[in-house]
Structures are given as structure tokens and as C-alpha cells.
């Protein structure tokens, strides 16, 4: 039987990281009640920009139910995205890697929580891995647990994203109800990177920098905080060698750009990559450093990664840069969040 909901609906963010998903969710309207992961990194970040969220380092390949219920109470949306390696089915990999826990530690909260719906978010290839079995292993266990599952790839630029990075999503409803989700909203006003970063000046700015210059764009409008300030916008100094091959690199080129004996100069397909300043992005990552500013010689900046990921000014990232940059590629685009969160609340309510 579908619960009552609650006025406002509480969220319950797993594998939360610095809370990409969660902000997202609050953005449409959520009461994000608390996340989880074991990396305090991400959670010192989350517990900063969720006021009122509670934080848990818990390993959720091993959750303790009872005390976590006991903590929590009622909760009507679980949402997560696990790592995709805690996925497996019997077979091929490693029965004894701990990671195959992760989903399973997913499903066992959804069970112990019984909420209205879930969210689970991951990479696409995840539809297709182990001949479809794993996707179909997902809808099998919460179908179990009486819930209708959907799933799509999403494509984040057709939200308002400046990037073009996909995700499949798997929502689940306890009312069987087929879950629509959003059509896109700009598939054919897309943001660009210009559009998103060209504000952001080519010189370290001093957290809390209040910018004075005009906003370029409607997307910087939004994206700029009340307070104006700017934060983690600190430039990375490269070998002199880096910044004199990327400044042979045109806006929106690529090695094959460079002259032929520096074409192999690193062995991955995507290396020396400028971003497009009038296209969207590719993938955020978590900090490889293979793809550069579409007009400066240097790699983005975490502020300027924040915001091609959709992260308002006012979501400021905590820790080491290496962890700021981990942090930021590794989350759900809250622009992408909102929508799915705003089209789960209409048929929800
Ligand atoms: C892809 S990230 C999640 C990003 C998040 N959904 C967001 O939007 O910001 C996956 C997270 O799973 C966490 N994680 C990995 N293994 C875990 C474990 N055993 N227990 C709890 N969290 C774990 C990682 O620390 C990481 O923050």
C-alpha cells in the first residue's frame, strides 16, 4: 500500500557525495532529511550546502537497518546513485570483492524504508552490461518489493546542463504507477560553455570574492549567488611544456590539432581536448586533466567544472582540490536533479 506523504516529501540521499542529487531534489522542492556515504570529504561538503540534513559515514555495503531506521524515521523517497562496480551477477566477477554489496545495500534500505519511490542514477552502459541482465536484475528486485520501475537515459544538456553527459535513471513507484519522466526542457536551446563559464576571469580570485562584472548570460544569472561571491575558483599551474602544447590547440580542438610528433604525447582519445566554447561540454570527470579551457591554457578551475555541472556559486566545495574536483565530476547535475525531482512531486502528489 502507497503511504501518506508527507507535506513537504523527505529524501534519503545514498552513496550521496557531496550531494549533487540532493540539491537538485531540493531545488524542486524536497526536504532532504540526510545522505550517506563513507567519504567525509563529500559528506563535510554535503552537510554544508543541505542546511538542516543530517550526515552518516556509513560503508552501505554493510548498513545497520535497525539504527539507521531508528535515526531516520519515515522517509518517502530514497534516492542514490551506488558505484557501478556494485553491480555484479554471479558469473565472471569476484564474488568476494566487498564492492558487490553496494546495490544490494541500496535495495535492503528501500526494503527496510518502504518509501513512496526510488531514485537510482548511474552510468548508461549500465543498461547494457552482462547482456541486459543487470538492468533487468534492478527491476526484478523492486519489483519484488512492489514497486513499478522505469528507466531512461538521460541526456543532462536537454535540462538546462552545459553539458553533454548521460546518466540512466531507474525510478521506482509504489503506487505502480508508470513514472513519466520529464520531457526535455531546452533540446534545442542548449547552454553553451561560454554561456556557463565566460564570466569566471583567468586569475585565482580569494574564496568569498564578491564578482563585480556584468553576468553574460542568463545561465550566469541564476548560477551567480545572492551574495555575488565566488569560491574555489583557484587556478592550476602547469609545466610550461602543458601550456605550450594547449596553446596549439584551438577553441573546441583536440590532439589531433597538435603537430604529429606531439599528437601521442598521451595515449587516451580524448587527450588535449579544448572545450567548445559555443557547444556543451563533454563528461565532467573527476579531475583527468585532458580537457582545457575553450580560450585560457589551463585546465578548469573547480568553480568552473561546478558550473558545468550546474552547481549554483552558492554550493561551495570543502576538502583538498583533488578532492573538490573528485567531488564535483562526480555528481548528478542538480539542473538534471531538479527536473526529474520536480516531475517525481507532480505524480507523487
Ligand atoms: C557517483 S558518487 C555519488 C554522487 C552523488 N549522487 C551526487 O549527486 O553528488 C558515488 C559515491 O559512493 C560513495 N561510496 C562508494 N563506496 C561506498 C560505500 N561502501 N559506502 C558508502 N558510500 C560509498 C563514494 O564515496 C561516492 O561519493
Not at 537510482?120 to 514497486?147: A, C, R, T, W
Not at 548528478?332 to 531538479?338: G, M, Q
Request: glycine share 8%; proline share 6%; aromatic share 10%.
Amino acid at each position: 500500500m502507497p503511504k501518506k506523504l508527507s507535506k513537504k516529501p523527505k529524501v534519503l540521499d545514498l552513496f550521496s557525495g557531496c550531494g549533487g542529487m540532493s540539491y537538485g531534489f531540493e531545488m524542486a522542492g524536497f526536504d532532504i532529511v540526510a545522505g550517506i556515504d563513507d567519504w567525509n570529504d563529500a559528506l563535510a561538503t554535503f552537510e554544508k550546502n543541505h542546511s538542516g540534513a543530517k550526515v552518516f559515514n556509513v560503508d552501505l555495503g554493510n548498513p545497520n537497518l535497525q539504527e539507521l531506521k531508528k535515526e531516520l524515521g519515515d522517509i518517502d523517497v530514497v534516492v542514490g546513485g551506488p558505484p557501478c562496480q556494485g553491480f555484479s551477477i554471479s558469473g565472471h566477477r569476484n564474488p568476494d570483492d566487498p564492492r558487490n554489496n553496494l546495490y544490494k545495500g541500496f535495495v535492503q534500505i528501500v526494503k527496510k524504508f518502504n518509501p513512496s519511490a526510488f531514485v537510482l542514477e548511474n552510468v548508461p552502459n549500465l543498461v547494457s552490461m552482462d547482456q541486459g541482465k543487470i538492468k533487468d536484475n534492478i527491476i526484478n528486485d523492486f519489483q519484488k518489493l512492489g514497486y513499478k520501475v522505469t528507466y531512461k537515459i538521460l541526456l543532462a544538456s536537454d535540462y538546462g546542463v552545459p553539458q553533454n553527459r548521460r546518466r540512466v535513471v531507474f525510478v521506482g513507484l509504489k503506487s505502480k504507477q508508470e513514472f513519466s519522466f520529464p520531457d526535455p526542457t531546452t533540446p534545442n536551446d542548449k547552454t553553451t560553455v561560454a554561456e556557463a563559464i565566460s564570466d569566471l576571469p583567468d586569475k585565482d580570485l580569494e574564496d568569498g570574492f564578491k564578482i563585480k562584472t556584468k553576468a553574460k548570460s542568463s545561465f550566469q544569472n541564476w548560477a551567480r549567488s545572492s551574495k555575488s561571491e565566488i569560491h574555489n575558483h583557484q587556478l592550476t599551474n602547469h609545466e610550461q611544456k602543458t601550456v605550450d602544447l594547449i596553446s596549439m590547440v584551438p577553441d573546441g580542438g583536440n590532439y589531433k590539432d597538435l603537430p604529429k610528433e606531439f599528437q601521442n604525447t598521451r595515449r587516451v582519445n580524448i587527450a588535449w581536448t579544448r572545450f567548445n566554447s559555443k557547444k556543451q561540454s563533454p563528461t565532467i570527470d573527476t579531475g583527468h586533466r585532458h580537457h582545457f579551457h575553450y580560450k585560457f591554457n589551463r585546465v578548469p578551475t573547480v568553480r568552473e567544472s561546478a558550473r558545468l555541472q550546474s552547481f549554483p556559486d552558492g554550493f561551495i566545495f570543502t576538502g583538498s582540490k583533488t578532492s573538490q574536483y573528485k567531488q564535483v565530476g562526480n555528481a548528478v547535475p542538480p539542473l538534471l536533479a531538479e527536473k526529474i525531482g520536480q516531475a517525481l512531486l507532480k505524480q507523487l502528489s
